[in-house]
């Protein structure tokens, strides 16, 4: 179970791991002057224009090139467009550092200065920082969402739950989750902050920002052009499969809805000591099953991994999850290499490594699932176990 105590995170820190951090926060930052922080440039310009009043920030629409995020969100960066783009992707690194260190410490209070350095050599969380990426703050919204339901506090739950769809809307499944164990205050609170954040993006930016949001969303739920980077479940099928992508599309929209439908219904009927094992399926199944998965997005399992280490500590699953997002980062580099050299080597790179370039992340959520359900099938059989005796000690 994670930790629920807090203690006072500063006086934790030793002056040398302040120092190291304050080190990768600069660093990070100067990444901005050689070019990279490309998402962080994405949303910052997109906030920029909104606010200038002189465009959309969701047009023209290109998948992983646009701002593609609710108008709240602009409304969260716009003190960021105060200051110049290098100070203000500074400021951005310094609170996605400050959010990852509060993960870790709240996952695991005594040793996340270890994890904290660990965490930082691998390839998702490398890249989320390099990009300026915000998955960051949906991993900060969905632990705290999971440590007020835990400690039944709804509000803060729901709360949380907003704030985690608003960021981006793969986990509005999980008010499925809390349909299924009927917790209806954090589903009410949920969707009555949502609504609030809505209006307050209407009462900032007017409604223009939000057709856009809702138009540009309509567009991105078809099915997605093949990219070399794309992840996701849908994409290998697509790989694999002689058949027309729009048709794997519906069938693959299909199998999706079925899932998630199948595994709301096994939560509405499970004890409530396995929900919190489901709960972090559905965290892994709102990252795979969505049709566009880049490789950062894989921070999110952080979740599940830690649950499973809780329940189930499994050393070989801590390398998976090292390796085979770095295999898939190196297979990317090799084949960046062949373009650059040699445009026929490409073509017999793109034969080879294409094919299994995204395998390593989609073995990596299985394995995460494998082990969540195995999780999920013990503690299931145990509870059957003790109603049995139960029953024979009564009888």
């Keep these: 179970m994670y930790q629920t105590v807090m203690s006072p995170l500063a006086g934790q820190i030793s002056s040398r791991l302040r120092l190291l951090i304050f080190t990768v926060i600069v660093i990070s930052g100067l990444f901005i002057v050689t070019g990279l922080a490309v998402d962080f440039t994405i949303y910052y310009d997109a906030a920029k224009l909104t ?131 009927r917790k209806w205050k ?37 099915a997605p052009p093949i990219r070399f980077h794309n992840l996701s479940v849908y994409m290998l099928l697509v790989q694999y499969l002689p058949v027309s992508p729009n048709i794997i599309y519906e069938v693959y929209k299909f199998c999706v809805i079925l899932i998630l439908m199948s595994l709301t219904i096994l939560t509405f009927f499970a004890p409530s000591h396995v929900h919190g094992t489901i709960f972090h399926i559905f965290i892994v199944l709102a990252v795979i099953l969505t049709p566009i998965v880049w490789v950062h997005h894989f921070i999110l399992f952080l979740l599940p991994l830690w649950h499973i280490m809780q329940k189930a500590p499994q050393a070989i699953l801590i390398r998976m999850l090292f390796i085979l997002p770095s295999i898939q980062r190196l297979l990317e580099l090799i084949f960046a290499l062949f373009i650059i050299s040699n445009v026929a080597l490409a073509g017999i790179a793109n034969g080879i490594i294409a094919y299994i370039l995204r395998l390593p992340g989609i073995l990596l959520a299985g394995w995460l699932l494998y082990a969540l359900f195995q999780i999920m099938k013990r503690d299931w059989s145990l509870d059957k176990s003790n109603q049995e005796i139960a029953q024979h000690t009564g009888n």
């Design 186 to 222: 954090i589903v009410l609170i949920a969707v009555l902050t949502l609504a609030l954040m809505f209006l307050i993006s209407i009462l900032q930016f007017g409604s223009d920002p939000l057709i856009d949001f809702i138009t540009v969303t309509r567009l991105s739920s078809g």
């Design 51 to 181: 606010l200038s009043g002189e465009g959309s920030a969701y047009y023209p629409y290109d998948i992983g090139e646009s701002f593609i995020y609710h108008p709240f969100i602009l409304s969260l960066l716009s003190p960021f467009t105060w200051l110049p783009l290098s100070l203000a992707f500074i400021t951005w690194t310094i609170l996605s550092a400050i959010g990852f260190a509060w993960v870790l410490y709240r996952l695991d209070e005594k040793r996340w200065q270890l994890w904290w350095l660990l965490w930082l050599v691998w390839v998702p969380v490398v890249e989320t920082f390099y990009n300026g990426q915000i998955n960051i703050f949906i991993l900060c919204a969905l632990l705290a969402c999971y440590l007020f339901y835990q400690s039944e506090r709804h509000i803060l739950a729901g709360i949380a739950l907003a704030c985690a769809i608003i960021i981006k809307l793969t986990p509005i499944i999980l008010l499925g989750y809390f349909v299924a164990t």
